[in-house]
């Protein structure tokens, strides 16, 4: 075999990964853009369904058909320093009406409240009542007592256009479903 074959298929090589790792470079790019969005929880808002540092994927296509549901934990900029992505969830719908007496939640003037297993701390405080504009959401972490949120924030509400996901999967460093809590 001669030197200039050599270099030909080195060269023919090299072309062959340099394309391979653009292929991949741009995949990753547009599906972080695109079907995800990856962030990293860094308060104990969340706990103790998401731990401080945990890092989550939110699936950007979840409400492309359908409309957030109570419940949900989203992602989404938040409403007073959108330079900040928040995760939250979901616990008013547009058009009800909030009230939170002795840290329970109450959905427009129901005797009974929400479901608040998957609270932790204690249930403290009353606010409301907030009343949901159409098209925008309450949200409220897990860890009421420690948690920057719907009560505290200038802008109380979270618009739909601006939640970039549904918050479906914990990978670091713990590994886990955020689904079915």
């Given at each position: 075999?001669?030197?200039?074959?050599?270099?030909?298929?080195?060269?023919?090589?090299?072309?062959?990964?340099?394309?391979?790792?653009?292929?991949a470079?741009v995949?990753?790019?547009?599906?972080?853009r695109?079907?995800?969005?990856?962030?990293?929880?860094?308060?104990?808002?969340?706990e103790?369904?998401?731990q401080?540092?945990?890092r989550?994927i939110?699936?950007?296509l979840?409400?492309?058909?359908?409309d957030?549901?109570?419940?949900?934990i989203?992602?989404?900029?938040s409403?007073?320093?959108p330079?900040?992505?928040n995760?939250?969830?979901?616990i008013?719908?547009?058009?009800?009406?909030?009230n939170?007496?002795?840290?329970l939640?109450?959905v427009?003037?129901?005797?009974?409240?929400?479901r608040?297993?998957?609270?932790q701390?204690?249930?403290?405080?009353?606010?409301?009542?907030?009343?949901?504009?159409d098209?925008y959401?309450?949200?409220?972490g897990d860890?009421?007592g420690?948690?920057?949120?719907?009560?505290?924030?200038?802008?109380s509400?979270?618009?739909?256009?601006s939640?970039?996901?549904?918050?479906v999967?914990r990978y670091?460093?713990?590994?886990?479903?955020?689904t079915?809590?």
């Amino acid at each position: 075999m001669d030197v200039p074959n050599v270099k030909k298929e080195l060269l023919g090589e090299i072309l062959s990964l340099g394309k391979a790792v653009l292929f991949a470079v741009v995949f990753a790019v547009l599906f972080n853009r695109f079907i995800i969005v990856n962030a990293s929880v860094p308060t104990s808002s969340m706990e103790s369904t998401i731990q401080p540092n945990d890092r989550i994927i939110a699936f950007r296509l979840s409400y492309l058909f359908s409309d957030p549901s109570r419940f949900d934990i989203i992602v989404f900029p938040s409403p007073d320093d959108p330079s900040t992505l928040n995760v939250k969830r979901v616990i008013g719908m547009p058009g009800e009406t909030i009230n939170i007496v002795n840290g329970l939640v109450f959905v427009n003037g129901s005797a009974d409240p929400l479901r608040y297993d998957f609270v932790q701390g204690d249930l403290l405080g009353n606010f409301g009542p907030y009343h949901i504009p159409d098209g925008y959401f309450f949200v409220l972490g897990d860890y009421r007592g420690n948690s920057m949120d719907s009560r505290h924030w200038n802008n109380s509400f979270v618009s739909q256009r601006s939640i970039l996901g549904r918050a479906v999967f914990r990978y670091f460093p713990r590994i886990g479903s955020l689904t079915n809590i």
